[in-house]
């Protein structure tokens, strides 16, 4: 089973600040899922990463939500501008082997915005 | 467009006593039924992949089953570390790996 890790576990921030969420697998993995879950809500798709390029991404998923691979190994969720509603888990997956559909998450990133 | 629905929403047991949860769905083209369990504050876990009609999965125990519009997560004479939310998600043909999520099945089985 892969294993993929988050930094941090928990981040506060103020309305308005910019946010950058680390997902970094223990392998080598080209592709990446990011999802959201809003307290006592459904966990919710976000963007899908292939190859260091969006291959599909959800209607929440807007122009303040950016995704990069910085530097071969992690990869990053960027908020630009945090609003209260992006209060959320947020949580990266991987697949089992590259390309296999099972997908297995991460321990996902609390995060507040006040 | 592509649901989900579980039920119930929430589920007591007794330890020992055997129930099942469901998952009813509509996809364009189902390339595959997930089922994930979920402790509080923790990421969702991969239990099962089931891809057709009559295929069935058993893991301890747990036993997962798929028919063409709904799937089935049986859970065997439970024991209260089966307490957790059970996560049914589904991926459409066309998807470039989006998994559509349920709302879950809250599952509490006491001594």
């Known amino acids: 089973e892969p294993e993929v890790t988050q930094t941090p576990s928990h981040q506060v921030t103020q309305m308005g600040q910019e946010v950058i969420l680390r997902c970094v697998p223990i392998s080598n993995h080209l592709y990446f899922y990011w999802y959201r879950q809003i307290l006592g809500q459904k966990v919710e798709f976000l963007v899908s990463f292939y190859n260091n390029e969006i291959s599909e991404k959800s209607e929440i998923f807007d122009d303040q939500f950016s995704v990069e691979r910085p530097d071969g190994s992690n990869f990053t969720l960027k908020i630009r501008s945090t609003k209260l509603e992006d209060s959320a888990m947020y949580f990266c997956a991987i697949p089992r082997t590259s390309g296999a559909d099972e997908q297995f998450f991460g321990p996902g990133t609390r995060l507040t915005v006040l | 467009e592509d649901q989900v629905t579980q039920s119930p929403e929430a589920l007591r047991l007794q330890e020992g006593e055997s129930s099942s949860l469901n998952c009813s769905y509509t996809?364009?083209?189902?390339?595959?039924l997930f089922w994930y369990r979920q402790d509080p504050g923790k990421g969702p876990e991969f239990l099962f992949t089931l891809y057709s009609a009559g295929e069935e999965k058993e893991k301890e125990r747990l036993k997962a089953t798929l028919t063409k519009k709904e799937s089935f997560l049986h859970i065997t004479a439970p024991k209260p570390e089966d307490s957790a939310t059970y996560l049914c998600?589904?991926?459409?043909?066309?998807?470039?790996?989006?998994?559509?999520f349920g709302a879950g099945t809250q599952v509490v089985v006491t001594p």
């Open positions: 998600a589904v991926q459409a043909g066309d998807s470039w790996g989006k998994l559509q």
């Open positions: 996809v364009s083209g189902l390339r595959g």
